[in-house]
């Protein structure tokens, strides 16, 4: 059972860097990971259409708080 543990962690740790090199190879620059969160959780990678409910709420609260941050900072 761990070990079976150990390869998915391994797995999804190697999935990550992959779709950071591919998107800093296709944009040009080390997307964040808002971007790539957006990459990842739309369908079609479309940016617009999430893959479910809770990916979109995830979504909606870090870019309320972003804001929050940014019309709070001086």
Request: glycine fraction near 2%; charge should be positive.
């Amino acid at each position: 059972m761990v070990h079976r543990i150990n390869v998915c962690i391994c797995l999804s740790v190697y999935l990550t860097f992959y779709m950071v090199f591919m998107q800093k190879r296709k944009l040009g620059h080390e997307p964040p990971h808002s971007e790539l969160f957006l990459y990842t959780h739309t369908k079609n990678h479309d940016g617009v259409t999430f893959t479910n409910e809770k990916d979109r709420q995830i979504h909606v609260i870090f870019i309320s708080v972003l804001n929050f941050y940014i019309v709070a900072s001086p």
